[in-house]
Antibody
Framework: EVQVVESGGDLVQPGRSLRLSCTAS????????MSWFRQAPGKGLEWVGF??????????EYTASVRGRFTISTDGSKSIAYLQMNSLKTEDTAVYYC??????????????WGQGTLVTVSS | EIVLTQSPGTLSLSPGERATLSCRAS???????LAWYQQKPGQAPRLLIY???TRATDIPDRFSGSGSGTDFTLTISRLEPEDFAVYYC???????????FGPGTKVDIK
């Protein structure tokens, strides 16, 4: 059974850092891209970034609002994807979701999602 | 950047009725890079449709997607009680990679 489980959410002060983890199981981790999304309280979904699978270079991409502050990485030996968040702002407050990204016919779609982890940025 | 607009914002229907949800893009979405997700309160999104019209694994056939270019539709042929939720469309641009979501349509019980 495919599962992705996020962890690491917390209350953190503006300007501080936090690292989220996404632990995957039930599939060959290195064969898939992994993506992060977020959803601010009462708002819609926002893509944060993703990291390509190893066969496709293992390189990350980010949405503009987090580029330079957030970093996505993976540890294939542990089947974990990380989201390192630096210089956090109050507007980064959200539930953060991790999802498996399936590459099909040159497009990605997100077929398995975790339950989310809450990040609150507040003084 | 492609902007997605969804209508209506809220759709009030009864179980057994047909739901038609619209997603319009500000520019043409290439090669059907359009997906639909369902989200219930307190839950993660669930993939329903990808490539505009292909049902994801284990999605009931009462859900169908259609459209191309800038206009896409998600249809739920007969609403079941578990279908009352928020539905998001999402598109993918390959260069540079960017995924954007529409604001969502809430389907609630009339």
């Amino acid at each position: 059974e495919v599962q992705v489980v996020e962890s690491g959410g917390d209350l953190v002060q503006p300007g501080r850092s936090l690292r989220l983890s996404c632990t995957a199981s039930g599939f060959t981790f290195d064969d898939y891209a992994m993506s992060w999304f977020r959803q601010a309280p009462g708002k819609g979904l926002e893509w944060v970034g993703f990291i390509r699978s190893k066969p496709y270079g293992g390189t990350p991409e980010y949405t503009a609002s987090v580029r330079g502050r957030f970093t996505i990485s993976t540890d294939g030996s542990k089947s974990i994807a990380y989201l390192q968040m630096n210089s956090l702002k109050t507007e980064d407050t959200a539930v953060y979701y991790c999802a498996r990204a399936h590459l099909w016919n040159l497009q990605y779609y997100f077929d398995y999602w975790g339950q989310g982890t809450l990040v609150t940025v507040s003084s | 950047e492609i902007v997605l607009t969804q209508s209506p914002g809220t759709l009030s229907l009864s179980p057994g009725e047909r739901a038609t949800l619209s997603c319009r893009a500000s520019q043409s979405v290439s090669s059907g890079h359009l997906a639909w997700y369902q989200q219930k309160p307190g839950q993660a999104p669930r993939l329903l449709i990808y490539a505009a019209s292909t049902r994801a694994t284990d999605i009931p056939d009462r859900f169908s997607g259609s459209g191309s270019g800038t206009d896409f539709t998600l249809t739920i042929s007969r609403l079941e009680p578990e279908d009352f939720a928020v539905y998001y469309c999402q598109q993918y641009t390959a260069s540079p990679p960017l995924f954007t979501f529409g604001p969502g349509t809430k389907v609630d019980i009339k």
